[in-house]
Protein backbone atom coordinates (compact mmCIF):
# COMPACT_ATOMS: atom_id res chain seq x y z
CA UNK A 1 0.00 0.00 0.00
CA UNK A 2 2.64 2.20 0.54
CA UNK A 3 4.46 1.63 -2.49
CA UNK A 4 1.19 2.59 -4.09
CA UNK A 5 0.77 5.42 -2.28
CA UNK A 6 3.88 6.54 -3.68
CA UNK A 7 3.75 5.93 -6.86
CA UNK A 8 -0.03 8.15 -7.10
CA UNK A 9 2.23 10.86 -5.56
CA UNK A 10 4.72 10.68 -7.77
CA UNK A 11 2.54 10.80 -11.19
CA UNK A 12 0.38 13.76 -9.44
CA UNK A 13 3.50 15.60 -9.33
CA UNK A 14 4.38 14.94 -13.25
CA UNK A 15 1.62 17.55 -14.02
CA UNK A 16 3.64 20.23 -11.63
CA UNK A 17 7.28 19.15 -12.36
CA UNK A 18 8.28 21.69 -15.19
CA UNK A 19 6.88 24.01 -12.95
CA UNK A 20 9.00 23.90 -10.27
CA UNK A 21 11.79 26.10 -9.56
CA UNK A 22 14.74 23.54 -8.36
CA UNK A 23 17.14 26.81 -8.58
CA UNK A 24 15.16 28.91 -5.94
CA UNK A 25 17.44 29.21 -2.55
CA UNK A 26 13.96 29.37 -0.29
CA UNK A 27 12.06 26.63 -1.56
CA UNK A 28 15.59 24.17 -1.45
CA UNK A 29 15.59 25.67 2.35
CA UNK A 30 12.31 24.36 3.01
CA UNK A 31 12.43 21.06 1.12
CA UNK A 32 15.57 20.01 2.91
CA UNK A 33 14.32 20.92 6.42
CA UNK A 34 10.98 19.35 5.63
CA UNK A 35 12.52 16.21 4.40
CA UNK A 36 15.04 16.33 7.49
CA UNK A 37 11.90 17.08 10.12
CA UNK A 38 9.93 13.82 8.30
CA UNK A 39 12.83 11.64 7.88
CA UNK A 40 12.35 11.38 4.02
CA UNK A 41 15.12 9.47 2.59
CA UNK A 42 14.28 9.62 -0.82
CA UNK A 43 15.90 11.80 -3.88
CA UNK A 44 14.36 15.54 -3.57
CA UNK A 45 12.08 14.68 -6.74
CA UNK A 46 10.54 11.77 -4.67
CA UNK A 47 10.49 13.82 -1.35
CA UNK A 48 8.73 16.87 -3.08
CA UNK A 49 6.04 14.51 -4.10
CA UNK A 50 5.71 12.64 -0.76
CA UNK A 51 5.34 15.88 1.15
CA UNK A 52 2.43 17.70 -1.24
CA UNK A 53 0.79 14.88 -1.52
CA UNK A 54 0.75 14.25 2.79
CA UNK A 55 1.39 17.13 4.31
CA UNK A 56 -1.02 20.07 4.01
CA UNK A 57 1.09 22.80 5.54
CA UNK A 58 3.62 22.35 2.79
CA UNK A 59 0.89 22.90 0.09
CA UNK A 60 0.47 26.18 1.96
CA UNK A 61 4.15 27.02 2.04
CA UNK A 62 4.61 25.98 -1.94
CA UNK A 63 1.96 27.92 -2.82
CA UNK A 64 2.97 31.10 -1.45
CA UNK A 65 6.53 30.17 -2.81
CA UNK A 66 4.56 30.48 -5.85
CA UNK A 67 2.59 33.56 -5.36
CA UNK A 68 3.72 35.83 -7.86
CA UNK A 69 3.38 33.28 -10.59
CA UNK A 70 -0.35 33.13 -10.91
CA UNK A 71 -1.41 30.77 -13.71
CA UNK A 72 1.28 28.17 -12.40
CA UNK A 73 -0.61 28.57 -8.15
CA UNK A 74 -3.81 28.07 -9.76
CA UNK A 75 -2.72 24.55 -11.49
CA UNK A 76 -0.96 23.63 -8.23
CA UNK A 77 -3.97 23.66 -6.44
CA UNK A 78 -6.34 21.76 -8.86
CA UNK A 79 -4.02 18.79 -7.95
CA UNK A 80 -3.12 19.89 -4.21
CA UNK A 81 -5.31 21.23 -2.43
CA UNK A 82 -4.39 23.90 0.51
CA UNK A 83 -5.01 23.68 3.94
CA UNK A 84 -7.89 25.92 4.23
CA UNK A 85 -7.53 27.31 8.02
CA UNK A 86 -3.50 28.17 7.18
CA UNK A 87 -3.16 31.96 6.20
CA UNK A 88 0.15 32.78 4.90
CA UNK A 89 0.20 36.32 3.74
CA UNK A 90 3.58 37.40 4.86
CA UNK A 91 5.91 40.22 2.85
CA UNK A 92 9.03 37.69 2.83
CA UNK A 93 9.72 34.40 4.32
CA UNK A 94 12.91 33.33 4.37
CA UNK A 95 13.72 29.47 3.54
CA UNK A 96 13.54 26.54 5.88
CA UNK A 97 9.97 27.39 7.50
CA UNK A 98 8.71 24.25 9.21
CA UNK A 99 4.99 24.30 10.09
CA UNK A 100 3.74 21.84 12.30
CA UNK A 101 -0.04 21.58 12.68
CA UNK A 102 -1.38 24.36 10.50
CA UNK A 103 -4.68 24.42 11.59
CA UNK A 104 -6.10 27.47 12.62
CA UNK A 105 -3.22 29.75 12.20
CA UNK A 106 -2.60 32.99 10.72
CA UNK A 107 1.19 34.13 9.22
CA UNK A 108 0.98 37.96 8.51
CA UNK A 109 4.65 39.29 9.13
CA UNK A 110 6.57 41.83 7.64
CA UNK A 111 9.48 39.49 7.27
CA UNK A 112 10.13 36.02 8.80
CA UNK A 113 13.92 34.61 8.77
CA UNK A 114 15.48 31.31 7.95
CA UNK A 115 14.55 28.43 9.66
CA UNK A 116 11.65 29.43 11.62
CA UNK A 117 9.03 26.64 13.19
CA UNK A 118 5.51 27.90 13.44
CA UNK A 119 2.76 25.78 15.08
CA UNK A 120 -0.85 25.02 15.40
CA UNK A 121 -3.36 27.84 16.30
CA UNK A 122 -0.42 30.79 16.13
CA UNK A 123 -1.48 33.79 15.23
CA UNK A 124 1.58 36.73 13.80
CA UNK A 125 -0.46 39.88 12.57
CA UNK A 126 -1.07 43.25 13.26
CA UNK A 127 -2.39 45.19 16.51
CA UNK A 128 -5.26 47.57 15.34
CA UNK A 129 -3.41 50.36 13.05
CA UNK A 130 -0.19 49.42 13.95
CA UNK A 131 2.32 47.36 11.28
CA UNK A 132 3.24 43.75 11.43
CA UNK A 133 6.12 42.12 13.29
CA UNK A 134 9.76 41.00 11.73
CA UNK A 135 10.95 37.63 13.13
CA UNK A 136 14.61 36.77 13.15
CA UNK A 137 16.55 33.44 12.14
CA UNK A 138 15.95 30.20 13.95
CA UNK A 139 12.35 30.96 16.02
CA UNK A 140 10.05 28.95 17.60
CA UNK A 141 6.80 30.03 18.14
CA UNK A 142 5.03 27.11 20.24
CA UNK A 143 0.87 26.20 19.82
CA UNK A 144 -1.78 28.85 20.37
CA UNK A 145 1.08 31.85 20.51
CA UNK A 146 -0.08 35.33 19.60
CA UNK A 147 2.46 38.08 17.64
CA UNK A 148 0.85 41.28 17.36
CA UNK A 149 2.08 44.58 16.24
CA UNK A 150 5.60 46.51 15.07
CA UNK A 151 7.97 44.57 16.97
CA UNK A 152 10.65 42.27 16.55
CA UNK A 153 11.77 38.98 17.52
CA UNK A 154 15.15 38.27 17.59
CA UNK A 155 16.76 35.55 16.21
CA UNK A 156 16.62 32.33 18.50
CA UNK A 157 14.02 32.93 20.13
CA UNK A 158 11.20 31.02 21.37
CA UNK A 159 7.51 31.67 22.03
CA UNK A 160 5.61 29.55 24.50
CA UNK A 161 2.54 27.88 24.50
CA UNK A 162 -0.41 30.66 24.13
CA UNK A 163 1.96 33.56 24.90
CA UNK A 164 0.98 37.10 23.37
CA UNK A 165 4.01 39.00 22.53
CA UNK A 166 3.42 42.80 22.01
CA UNK A 167 6.87 43.81 22.88
CA UNK A 168 10.47 43.19 21.53
CA UNK A 169 11.96 39.84 22.23
CA UNK A 170 15.77 39.74 22.20
CA UNK A 171 17.83 36.98 21.01
CA UNK A 172 17.73 33.50 22.41
CA UNK A 173 15.18 34.52 24.79
CA UNK A 174 12.47 32.60 25.99
CA UNK A 175 8.85 34.12 26.13
CA UNK A 176 5.34 32.91 27.58
CA UNK A 177 3.17 34.00 30.05
CA UNK A 178 0.31 37.03 28.78
CA UNK A 179 1.07 39.51 28.38
CA UNK A 180 4.38 37.41 27.30
CA UNK A 181 7.53 37.98 29.86
CA UNK A 182 10.97 36.81 30.02
CA UNK A 183 11.34 32.88 31.12
CA UNK A 184 14.47 31.57 32.60
Known amino acids: MKKI ?60 RNRFRRLFRNWIKLWYKPMETLYIVAGEIGGGLYIQHGFATMISAKSIGDNCWINQQVTIGYKGAEGAPVIG ?7 GAKILGDISIGD ?17 TVM ?4 AHKLK
Not at 44 to 55: G, H
Not at 157 to 166: R, T
Open 5 to 64: TEILACIRLLLILPGVRWSDEKFRMDLQRWKQIQDIKQGDKQALALLLWRMPEFRNLFIY
Open 176 to 179: GGVP
Open 137 to 143: NGVMITC
Open 156 to 172: NAVIGANAVVIRDVEPG
